[in-house]
Nanobody
Framework: QVQLVESGGGLVQAGGSLRLSCAAS????????MGWFRQAPGKERELVAT????????YYADSVMGRFTISRDNAKNTVYLQMNNLKPDDTAVYYC????????????????WGQGTQVTVSS
């Protein structure tokens, strides 16, 4: 089983920044697309951002585009989510997940998930 561990969450004021990290145990980390998800109380889980194994392609939800940046350091088996200009609506538990697909045009297979890290943005 691949283990994913998130860190970097916390409490910030609106307009502030946080950088989330997700460390993966797999030695083939660079071959996998990684995703960041979030879930707020009473709301459905939503996809925030994804990044290909090489880091060459990224995707962002419309709600975070221009404010969040996903990146990865394959030498460190770590994916990051830089969150700038945070808003109260960004408050959620943030999860990283590993997409085990070998063909990215097929359906996603987020088979491994971290435990989550809480991000709280105050007004």
């Amino acid at each position: 089983q691949v283990q994913l561990v998130e860190s970097g969450g916390g409490l910030v004021q609106a307009g502030g920044s946080l950088r989330l990290s997700c460390a993966a145990s797999t030695r083939t980390f660079s071959t996998y697309t990684m995703g960041w998800f979030r879930q707020a109380p009473g709301k459905e889980r939503e996809l925030v951002a994804t990044i290909r194994g090489s880091g060459s392609n990224t995707y962002y939800a419309d709600s975070v585009m221009g404010r969040f940046t996903i990146s990865r350091d394959n030498a460190k088996n770590t994916v990051y989510l830089q969150m700038n200009n945070l808003k109260p609506d960004d408050t959620a538990v943030y999860y990283c997940a590993l997409d085990r697909r070998t063909l990215v045009w097929t359906a996603t297979q987020y088979a491994y998930w971290g435990q989550g890290t809480q991000v709280t943005v105050s007004s």
